[in-house]
């Protein structure tokens, strides 16, 4: 397929995302799934019944196909049972609003935001492919842009001529500046450029987008040290954050990941994409919970500002709420 091809079909598929009325992703909008529905519906269903020993055996069955993390599952399970035995006539909506703020208490311990700052800020979003990194970094220029800062992309997934053109036009479409190499160029030379020309042109922010990796690779990982390391000669403090995107689909896999990106370059906050609808929505508290790296951002959808800052609370009532 020639390059006039793919970039027919990467149009078609951004116009297919992003049409939209009164300013909200229309595509299959009257379906969308909301974060948890499925899990709400099901953990409601089954507390309606008769508390009793059995149910609570399978509100834990339930609690892991929601991919909450084994440490998470003990302690609401250890609530719930504690309240059961108190008052074996407990009410559903009793037990839901304890495990509720059980999950917010958690999800809240590690929600500091970065100070704010003066200057450039120079932000590299990390992940592996398919995990939604690149629409993610359009997402996140586009969030700032609607915040009134002036934003430059990098084009540093140098490997995939493909994710050049993507970001691109995604460039194009959120009206931003980019910066981008040949391909097979040097990424760190190219998010040096970046830093460079936007401390030229007066721009607030950076955001480089990096290849995506098997976070195994050891080579490769060593090539994000690198672009960490070019960032800070081109501005000092750069890189301001470093934020790997992750999977929200594959649950508790994706800690793995976290774990060796951050050994590499260590972590300042996590992306989880790919939330709409999936009945593994839970595995942001696992996620966090195991890593104690904040999570700043949830995926929602692929529409452009299907990007939400992440705020526990309203992310757990969204885990617990049941379908319309």
Do not use: C
Not at 180 to 199: L, Q, R, T
């Amino acid at each position: 397929m020639n390059v006039h091809n793919n970039l027919f079909i990467l149009h078609l598929l951004m116009w297919y995302d992003s049409f939209s009325i009164n300013g909200k992703t229309a595509m299959f909008g009257f379906l969308k799934k909301k974060i948890g529905n499925f899990f709400g519906s099901k953990i409601r269903t089954l507390l309606k019944r008769k508390i009793d020993a059995t149910t609570l055996d399978e509100l834990e069955e339930l609690l892991y196909e929601a991919d909450l993390g084994s440490e998470v599952i003990e302690l609401l399970i250890e609530e719930v049972t504690r309240l059961w035995r108190l008052n074996p006539n407990v009410s559903s909506e009793e037990l839901i609003n304890t495990m509720q703020e059980k999950l917010i208490e958690q999800l809240e311990l590690d929600t500091k935001k970065p100070a704010a700052m003066e200057g450039l800020k120079v932000i590299l979003v990390v992940g592996v492919n398919g995990s939604g990194k690149t629409t993610t970094v359009a997402k996140l220029a586009n969030h700032y842009k609607k915040g009134g800062k002036k934003v430059l992309v990098a084009a540093a997934d140098t490997f995939r001529a493909a994710a050049i053109d993507q970001l691109q036009l995604w460039a194009n479409r959120v009206n931003i500046e980019i910066v981008k190499g040949k391909p097979s160029s040097d990424p760190a030379a190219v998010v040096y450029d970046a830093i460079e020309a936007a401390k030229s042109r007066g721009q607030d922010v950076v955001i480089a987008d990096t290849a995506g990796r098997l976070h195994t690779k050891t080579d490769l990982m060593g090539e994000l040290e690198k672009i960490a390391r070019v960032s800070g000669k081109a501005h000092a403090g750069a890189p301001h954050e470093i934020l790997l995107v992750l999977d929200g689909t594959v649950g508790q896999n994706a800690i793995s990941q976290a774990k060796i990106f951050h050994e590499f370059t260590p972590l300042t906050g996590l992306i989880v994409t790919k939330l709409d609808g999936t009945a593994k929505g839970g595995s942001v508290v696992g996620i966090q919970k195991k890593l104690g790296l904040p999570i700043r951002y949830i995926g929602v959808g692929e529409g452009l500002e299907d990007l939400e800052p992440f705020d526990p609370r309203s992310f757990v009532t969204s885990l617990f709420k049941e379908s319309a």
